[in-house]
């Protein structure tokens, strides 16, 4: 099993930016993808940002040239470097780490919050 904590998240205005961390412990060396969702008020949860382990990346439209999502393998964390934040990007982040069998784990989510 595996468990993923996040942090990062925050209040920032427009235009700023935020870092947001995912930090995985236990069973992490079947893990076959790891990416961060987010979730607003009233809307479904959707894919921000995902990586596989052999590092290929995809991004939802909104937040291409935007966020930037990597990893770091020795600290088995995977970031979501978030610039030019605009207010529809407020909502829950969560991350999920997605096992070689297909079992999915998330974390507890950070809230990011965007002032106009």
């Known amino acids: 099993q595996v468990q993923l904590v996040e942090s990062g998240g925050g209040l920032v205005q427009a235009g700023g930016s935020l870092r947001l961390s995912c930090a995985a412990s236990?069973?992490?060396?079947?893990?076959?993808?790891m990416g961060w969702y987010r979730q607003a008020p009233g809307k479904q949860r959707e894919l921000v940002a995902g990586?596989?382990?052999?590092?290929?990346?995809n991004y939802e439209d909104s937040v291409k040239g935007r966020f930037t999502i990597s990893r770091d393998n020795a600290k088995n964390t995977v970031y979501l470097q978030m610039n030019s934040l605009k207010p529809e990007d407020t909502a829950v982040y969560y991350c999920?780490?997605?096992?070689?069998?297909?079992?999915?784990?998330w974390g507890q989510g950070t809230q990011v919050t965007v002032s106009s």
């Open positions: 999920k780490a997605v096992y070689a069998n297909g079992s999915p784990y």
């Open positions: 236990g069973r992490i060396s079947s893990i076959n993808f």
């Open positions: 990586i596989t382990s052999g590092g290929s990346t």
